[in-house]
């Protein structure tokens, strides 16, 4: 099923607005999950696949690739020298970063790869009702330095602008603010005995199971997402290593990313230095067959290569039924 702009709700006339909000969501139905809705069109294999392979840790498969950064080096220092120019006190995008370039391929890779925004929960295969994206966020680069993790919700049609302008603010706030929603629960939460902590821990458990999550424990619980995302080049590591699923939650993608770095390799023409860079991503295999994974690596290197498609907000939206 796919949906165009004149199918999308809440669309303002002015499509160089910003806060154009495009729904390209299937509407709820009554007692369907918080989170997503069952999958329909799914072959009877893949259906048995989840009572196989029960635990989300023990269906992972590991990708990893390295891959030739060039086009992306040059489109983000084309669209800084740019937003230099502009000198805009407004515009919430202050830089156009890897962690903003890559968070928004992720968004066009979910609307274009929807079986991507599946997850497994109750041995059944749900389809994700929005795109959810969790990023790690280091307030300061010191070894005791905070961590906090945020999690942002995007539009499937979202072009690069449109991502930076939820994804800033959402940093921003982080960074700035004492007040960590996540933080301050679990500080608060374990200085109870170990009893409690487990039993409260099994009530969010138990909710997450049945498809019910006070809005609440939404903003809290990062690992109710569509991926998660870490950015490690920005802590200088230029070999990143996999980074495990969780049983718990409900997020079936995990991507890691290093640092850019000069290297030389051997081609046709002799010897010639490449800004190289590695990504690791760990799947849960229920979600999808193999070949999808494999055409999904397709799309991912064509817009590496080609990263001024991220410009452009999609016209036509598949919604996976």
């Not at 069109?41 to 950064?69: G, W």
């Not at 993790?149 to 602008?161: G, L, M, Q």
């Not at 909710?207 to 109710?224: E, H, N, S, T, W």
């Not at 000069?262 to 230095?273: I, S, Y």
Request: hydrophobic share 40%; charged share 30%; glycine share 4%.
């Amino acid at each position: 099923m796919s949906l165009n702009n004149t199918d999308s709700k809440n669309t303002n006339s002015n499509d160089g607005n910003a806060n154009v909000k495009k729904k390209y969501i299937r509407k709820r139905k009554r007692f369907e999950r918080f989170d997503g809705y069952k999958v329909k069109s799914v072959h009877s294999f893949q259906k048995l696949v989840p009572y196989i392979m029960k635990p989300r840790t023990a269906s992972s498969n590991y990708f990893e690739a390295t891959y030739d950064m060039a086009e992306v080096v040059k489109y983000l220092d084309e669209k800084n020298s740019i937003l230099k120019e502009k000198n805009d006190p407004n515009n919430p995008i202050k830089k156009y970063t890897y962690a903003l370039f890559f968070i928004s391929l992720l968004v066009r890779i979910f609307a274009l790869r929807p079986k991507l925004n599946r997850f497994i929960s109750r041995k059944n295969i749900y389809q994700r009702h929005n795109i959810e994206v969790a990023y790690v966020i280091k307030k300061e680069f010191s070894d005791e330095g905070e961590e906090s993790t945020a999690i942002s919700s995007f539009e499937r049609d979202f072009n690069i602008e449109d991502v930076g302008k939820v994804l800033f603010p959402s940093i921003k706030g982080v960074k700035n603010t004492t007040n960590d929603n996540a933080g301050d629960f679990v500080g608060l939460l374990m200085k109870f005995p170990n009893f409690v902590v487990s039993f409260i821990v099994w009530i969010f458990d138990a909710l997450i199971y049945i498809g019910y999550c006070p809005a609440i424990l939404r903003k809290i619980d990062v690992m109710q997402c569509s991926v998660m995302f870490s950015n490690l080049g920005s802590i200088g590591l230029d070999s990143v290593p996999h980074h495990h699923l969780y049983d718990r939650g409900t997020c079936s993608i995990f991507i890691s990313i290093g640092r850019i770095r000069k290297e030389l390799v051997q081609t046709n023409d002799g010897l010639v230095e490449k800004e190289l860079m590695d990504i690791k991503i760990t799947m849960d295999e229920r979600i999808a067959d193999g070949f999808y994974f494999v055409k999904t690596f397709d799309i991912l290197n064509d817009i590496i290569k080609d990263p001024k498609r991220l410009d452009e907000r999609l016209k036509e939206v598949l919604i996976d039924e």
